[in-house]
């Protein structure tokens, strides 16, 4: 069974700013990947950054980057340089044998 | 490129009642997925087809919930007869080939809501 947990339910970051957004899994997959998902009001969810598990470089797509600790099951996500278009619902998610979801964050940003 | 296309995005429906959903997928993308997201929650998996063929339905309710992916291409998902519960968005999304490595590019969803 897969479990993903997201113990945030809101976060909130100034403009420019970076904030980090937690994630914690559960799987008895031995090959996996981990994904962070936005979902902005309009509620198209887009792929931000995806992780393969067995890979230990951790993966970055320009202001997103993510750290990822194996042995604890840690996924977390940073954002630099926070931008109003930032704001939106992250959604956490891992993929054993399917997609499966945590409950999210909703990611405030002030200007 | 166009995008995963759904209809209708809002539905309103009293209980017991039928509603149905369609999902057209990117175009020559062989995995379609169905998920129900309710308010506060990840979305969840209902139904992953593999072109025409059901690959994994174990989180369906199928004593009311139905889909179906005729020709491999556009879906849709079913529900008869409706329950309070089921008020929720549900997301469509698909990939081309269906791995965990495939992007999953997720529709803008139906939002219903059962009275």
């Known amino acids: 069974a897969q479990t993903v947990t997201q113990s945030q339910p809101e976060m909130s970051v100034q403009e420019a700013e970076t904030v980090t957004l937690s994630c914690t899994y559960d799987t008895s997959e031995s090959d996996y990947y981990l994904f962070w998902y936005k979902q902005p009001p309009s509620r198209q969810m887009i792929l931000v950054i995806r992780q393969e598990a067995y890979k230990q470089q951790n993966a970055t797509e320009n202001r997103f980057s993510v750290n990822f600790q194996k042995a604890a099951k840690s996924f977390s996500l940073k954002i630099s340089d926070s931008q109003l278009g930032d704001a939106a619902m992250y959604f956490c998610a891992s993929y054993g044998n399917k997609l499966v979801f945590g409950a999210g964050t909703i990611l405030r940003v002030k200007s | 490129e166009a995008g995963v296309a759904q209809s209708p995005r809002y539905k309103i429906i009293e209980k017991r009642q039928s509603v149905a959903f369609w999902c057209n997928p990117i175009?020559?993308?062989?995995?379609l997925y169905w998920y129900q997201q309710i308010l506060g929650q990840g979305p969840k998996l209902l139904i992953q087809f593999q072109n025409n063929g059901v690959v994994d339905d174990s989180q369906l309710p199928k004593d009311r919930f139905s889909a179906e992916r005729l020709k491999g291409v556009d879906s849709t998902l079913k529900i008869q007869p409706a329950k309070l519960e089921d008020s929720a968005v549900y997301l469509c999304a698909s990939t081309q080939f269906g791995g965990r490595a495939d992007t999953q590019y997720f529709g803008p969803g139906t939002r219903l809501t059962v009275l």
């Open positions: 175009s020559g993308h062989a995995t």
